[in-house]
């Protein structure tokens, strides 16, 4: 069985590594940022709501005590969450910092 013979004009073109995304930059810093002062924002606004509606029912408004008891409740919700995903990045954070090079 003879191996056929390649054309001498035949060029391979390199093989050339797929691009590395880019390192993160301080813009992506100023992201994390933003997305966690909006995520204690909103933890702060259910706790703020919640204990107005507190007031409102205690100073006798009208406002009724399954509300009171459904946005103590969301407020209490959020902040557990919250206080969850902050306990995920420390941890990772803490493994990153961990890791040998």
């Known amino acids: 069985m003879a191996l056929p013979i390649l054309p001498t004009s035949l060029t391979i073109p390199p093989i050339v ?6 390192l993160p930059s301080a813009a992506s810093g100023g992201a994390f940022q933003s997305a966690f002062a909006d995520a204690v924002g909103k933890v702060e606004s259910f706790q703020q709501n919640a204990q107005a509606s507190i007031e409102r ?22 902040f557990q969450l919250f206080m ?3 306990n995920k990045i420390v941890t990772a954070y803490q493994q990153v910092m961990q890791m040998q090079i």
Do not use: D, K, N, Y
């Open 17 to 22: 590594p797929p691009a590395l995304p880019a």
């Open 57 to 78: 029912f205690l100073s006798g408004e009208g406002e009724e005590l399954h509300h009171v008891a459904i946005t103590a409740q969301q407020a209490e919700l959020s």
């Open 84 to 86: 969850q995903v902050r």
